[in-house]
């Protein structure tokens, strides 16, 4: 049974554009729809199952912004199952490959959307850096006291990719912030780009 613990701290950082950010966080889902949308044949049921859950995430990204983030506490979440349904909703328009490893449990004390908006944006990065035939990795790991969520890829490596916007990095951290994590940007071990975010365990939250 999901736990609820009201928070009085700001959702989104004062720094934060949140008008800009959202219409940044807007554009994958948008694209993905509108790809769906216009392709002919195929499995048509899941064509639209695939529209209906980008667009519910339209809807709960609009809602949180609406509402000051009121209808996003924070919560005991399987953060798993969260990177999963990130890495679902960029897959549609992703063309470099894109893989999950997780390492159950884990459980963290985190706002579902801000966490998301979170691994949109840094699943985004990481897919344009990887190009065409490169590859993505997102890896879960559970622990005691930190559940450590890791987006990669194999592109070029940090400061040698063009920013689009520079909007995804900023609301990033400001989504991290409000859940009481940790990110960190750093060069890859032979290339590309790990960005790493550290959020406070459920065990530990239960612990104490």
Known sequence: MTQVV??????????????RALCHDLRQPLSAIMLLAGCAGGDVDRRLAMITEQATW???????????AAEDETVQADITLL???????????????????????AEAWVRPVALSRALGCLLDNAIRAAGDDGHVVVTVEGGVDEVHIAVADDGP????????????????????????????????????????????????RMRA
């Open 58 to 68: 339209v809807a709960e990204l609009l809602t949180t912004v609406l509402t000051d």
């Open 6 to 19: 009201h928070q009085r701290q700001p959702a989104v950082d004062n720094d934060i554009d949140t008008v």
């Open 83 to 105: 990177a999963r349904q990130a890495v679902a909703r960029v897959t549609p328009t992703a063309r470099c490959s894109l893989t999950v490893k997780a390492s159950p449990p």
């Open 157 to 204: 490596g940090l400061g040698k990719i063009a920013s689009v916007t520079s909007l995804g990095l900023t609301t990033t951290r400001a989504m991290v912030a409000a859940c009481r994590g940790r990110f960190e940007l750093r060069q890859g071990p032979v290339r590309g780009v790990v960005a790493e975010i550290a959020l406070p365990s459920a065990v530990t």
